[in-house]
């Protein structure tokens, strides 16, 4: 079992920056990717980026790799995801989950998953 605790979402003006967590306890080790995705009202899911638990490697969406970047921090379980430049449409709660089938964009390769965190990007 994992449990996974998201942090640092919010309300920012467009062009803002935030920076959220993901911190992991429980069974870590057996984990082998974490991804973010987000949901907007009325709209599904969709992938954002992921990173290697373990590794270096990262997937980001194209049209959020200039913008977004994923970092890790081993000692404390945690993953961060910096949002710089936020658009309105970046609106949206925003989850993070955990898988054991490496880095991936596909929901159904993450097997726990956060509460979400609420970005609100005014214009």
């Known amino acids: 079992q994992v449990t996974l605790v998201e942090s640092g979402g919010g309300s920012v003006q467009a062009g803002g920056s935030l920076r959220l967590s993901c911190a992991a306890s429980?069974?870590?080790?057996?984990?082998?990717?974490v991804g973010w995705f987000r949901q907007a009202p009325g709209k599904e899911r969709e992938f954002v980026a992921a990173?290697?638990?373990?590794?270096?490697?990262?997937y980001y969406v194209d049209s959020m790799k200039d913008r977004f970047t994923l970092s890790r921090d081993n000692a404390k379980n945690t993953v961060y995801l910096q949002m710089n430049s936020l658009k309105p449409e970046d609106t949206a709660v925003y989850y993070c989950?955990?898988?054991?089938?490496?880095?991936?964009?596909?929901?159904?390769?993450?097997?726990?998953w956060g509460q979400g965190t609420q970005v609100t990007v005014s214009s």
């Open positions: 990173i290697s638990w373990t590794g270096g490697g990262t």
């Open positions: 429980g069974r870590t080790f057996s984990l082998a990717a």
């Open positions: 989950a955990v898988g054991s089938k490496g880095v991936s964009g596909m929901t159904a390769h993450y097997d726990y």
